[in-house]
């Protein structure tokens, strides 16, 4: 029997941990978190979600805003074809942005509620052993626990992974201002603007990036300029440029700024962690993230619940060891059928890096005109894998002969992302 103070130690006090912290000790556990920063302190990113996802989880109250007037466009980027260049493609689907600050309260209520113990340190080392596992602090505490659940982002503490690939990474520059007119219309977001009549010819052979944009009312917007996923990232200067460039051609002149995001990192395809290891990853540490979306907190909302369960149910044998407790997580985490949409989604995401401009638009224009509950199940990852591969096939059946090329002809890693697809190892 093991004489861990705790049952689980969450590492880190982001989105992922503190959803974790909270499913767990709602299912009893004794939960104790360790975390550089004060879990109270505001997150730096803001957090975008479908309607129907957060409508899903019933937390739709979490939402600071909510646009109907979903878009995109991706016109044919050719100058004479103006109206065509500026016709958006609807989405006719609802999108959110959380209240952060609401959305940590309604964790950190949960953790309060159940107890949690919390720790702030910075873990550096890491000893697991039959019965326990124990995390020593940069300070020299030692903090035990049955299971350790690394949830400390992209960079993670103590998870491994067993690939070491060149991680894709999606870079945005992004500002909340006012402008001399609206950039957008009133109470519309724009999900992907891929126009680029802003651009010459020899700027649209370069790294094709988009806009991310939404009226966040009262007269204030957020615009962000974004560059999908590329290795080695695209810098946040060429954003920037590229940001001011589009704005000047449509007339547009910031009068005030009141935010303004200077270079985030979004790693896109992280590699799986190493599925063996006695201790578990949750979030970004384990790879989490959507591979084509970036977007993260539609599934820790809707999986934390049942790896808990899980967690719980293995921990009712008080002989069972840290390294089975761990598996019994894995498994839940990332079973058989995920690792192979994983394979499929960063064959795509392989594929999309290496596409000009031009085909870029092509792929999104047939990608947004596949029936909404298949774009919308590719973007959220709740497609099962067959689905997945249906929607993928339809896709490219349905696509010009230009991207059809694109997607046929294997380059770098892509032959091993489909091999994985076949046989997923980790
Ligand atoms: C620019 C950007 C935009 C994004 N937009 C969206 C979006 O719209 N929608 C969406 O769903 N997702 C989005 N994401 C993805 C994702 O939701 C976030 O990246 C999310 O913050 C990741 O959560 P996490 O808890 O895994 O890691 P983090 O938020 O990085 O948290 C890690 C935590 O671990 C702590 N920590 C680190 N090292 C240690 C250590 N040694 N000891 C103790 N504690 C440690 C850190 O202090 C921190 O508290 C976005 C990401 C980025 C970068």
Not at 40 to 46: D, R, V
Not at 173 to 198: A, S, T, W
Not at 233 to 251: F, H, Q, S, V, Y
Request: proline share 6%; glycine share 8%; aromatic share 10%.
């Amino acid at each position: 029997m093991s004489k861990a103070s705790a049952d689980a130690l969450v590492l880190g006090a982001g989105p992922a941990a503190l959803s974790i912290a909270a499913a767990l000790s709602k299912e009893n556990l004794r939960v104790d978190v360790l975390a550089k920063n004060d879990p109270s302190e505001t997150w730096p990113y803001t957090y975008g979600i479908w309607g129907e996802e957060v409508d899903g989880l019933g937390l739709n109250h979490l939402l600071e805003h909510r646009w109907e007037n979903t878009v995109s466009f991706f016109g044919p980027g050719s100058k004479n074809a103006e109206a065509e260049e500026n016709q958006p493609t609807p989405h006719h689907r609802d999108y959110g942005l959380f209240d952060k600050k609401k959305l940590q309260l309604y964790w950190l209520d949960q953790c309060n509620s159940a107890k949690v113990t919390w720790h702030r340190g910075v873990a550096t080392d890491l000893d697991i052993n039959s019965s326990i596992s124990t995390v020593t602090t940069s300070e020299g505490k030692k903090i035990t626990a049955r299971l350790v659940i690394d949830a400390s982002g992209y960079e993670p503490v103590f998870l491994s992974s067993k690939q070491n690939e060149p991680i894709a990474v999606q870079t945005c520059y992004g500002i909340v201002g006012r402008f001399n007119k609206p950039p957008l219309e009133n109470g519309q977001f724009i999900l992907m603007d891929y126009r680029c009549d802003h651009l010459n010819n020899s700027e649209r052979k370069e790294p094709p990036t988009f806009l991310y944009a939404m009226d966040m009312g009262g007269g204030s917007f957020f615009l962000e300029e974004t560059s999908l996923g590329l290795a080695p990232p695209l810098e946040i200067d060429t954003l920037k440029a590229r940001l001011k460039k589009r704005l000047d051609n449509r007339g547009l002149k910031i009068v005030s700024l009141e935010h303004e995001e200077l270079g985030l990192f979004l790693p896109m395809n992280k590699p799986l962690p190493d599925l063996d290891q006695p201790l578990l990853g949750f979030g970004g540490a384990a790879a989490m993230v959507h591979p084509a979306s970036g977007y993260l907190v539609g599934s820790l909302l809707r999986r934390g619940p049942e790896l808990a369960k899980a967690i719980a149910q293995v921990m009712q044998d008080p002989n069972a060891s840290p390294a089975e407790i761990a598996q019994s997580g894995w498994k839940v985490l990332w079973p058989n059928e995920l690792r192979r949409k994983q394979a499929l989604y960063q064959f795509g995401l392989e594929k999309l890096m290496r596409f000009e401009e031009n085909q870029l638009r092509e792929f999104f224009t047939s990608f947004f005109g596949l029936p909404s509950e298949q774009w919308y199940g590719f973007l959220t990852n709740t497609l099962s894998l067959g689905e997945l591969v249906a929607a993928m096939w339809t896709m490219f059946t349905g696509a010009s002969w230009k991207v059809r090329w694109g997607l046929m002809g294997m380059q770098g890693r892509e032959l091993k992302l489909l091999w994985q697809f076949l046989r997923p190892g980790n």
